[in-house]
């Protein structure tokens, strides 16, 4: 049985705004949780976050009391990211199939949040995911590409990133396909409206 979700996060990574189909449905399913008593915190990745660099690396292998300002700042946005993910008992992401795989906005929030120590570990039988009990929706939106067929690089990547930090609970809404098919978009919104 699944716990009442008391807090959702919604991570949008469209760089369009009203039109955005991903948008829409995120926001549908959000409306489903919050008619439930949850609180939503909304991530809009169209407001890119940095890209890890040298210092944010150097800061996993350097103890804290020895951290340079450069680190400081780079570990600092990982942990903000990394604490709403912790905080969240659902995550939903939207996810637009850009050029095969999932956009480049959504790629620099995955690598702030796959954090050794914060979100999976090492250990002697391999990596170790550290976010257990949570859920995702995953929305993935595309204009001709099938989810989950052999040119979608996103689909499977979104669910390996979320496996390997320990989240098994996961479920593709579709809205692909949008440019070559009917109804997608209806389809999805209903699934969205289901998920509560
Ligand atoms: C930069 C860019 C790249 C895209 N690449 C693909 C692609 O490789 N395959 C595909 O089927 N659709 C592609 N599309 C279409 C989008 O996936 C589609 O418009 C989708 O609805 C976008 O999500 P949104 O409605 O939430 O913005 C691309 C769109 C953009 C803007």
């Known amino acids: 049985m ?14 369009r ?3 955005s189909t991903s948008r829409q449905i995120v926001a549908k399913v959000g409306e489903q949780f919050a008619a439930s008593g949850a609180q939503l915190v909304s991530r809009d990745l169209a407001h890119s976050l940095p890209h890890v660099n040298e210092a944010w690396v150097q800061s996993g ?16 946005v990982s942990s903000q990211i ?4 912790m905080a969240a008992d659902v995550l939903v992401l939207g ?9 480049a ?8 949040v796959c954090r050794a120590g914060r979100t999976f570990r090492y250990t002697e039988n391999g990596p170790e995911g550290l976010l257990k009990g949570k859920r995702a929706i995953v929305v993935v939106s595309s204009g001709g590409v099938p989810i989950d067929s052999p040119v979608d690089f996103a689909t499977p990547h979104v669910r390996q990133v979320l496996n390997f930090i320990g989240i098994t609970d996961i479920q ?7 440019m070559t098919g009917e109804g997608k978009v209806e389809a999805a919104l209903e699934q969205a409206a289901a998920v509560a």
Do not use: C, H
Request: net charge negative; hydrophobic share 50%; glycine share 6%.
């Open 17 to 19: 705004a009203e039109a």
């Open 95 to 103: 996810v637009p199939i850009y050029n095969f795989g999932v956009p």
């Open 172 to 178: 593709v809404i579709g809205a692909d396909g949008q």
């Open 105 to 112: 906005a959504f790629k620099a929030w995955v690598d702030q």
């Open 61 to 76: 292998f350097t103890d804290p009391n020895d951290w340079t300002d450069a680190m400081r700042d780079a570990a600092g």
């Open 2 to 15: 699944r716990r009442v979700p008391v807090n959702v996060l919604l991570v949008n990574s469209s760089a």
């Open 82 to 85: 990394v604490d709403e993910v």
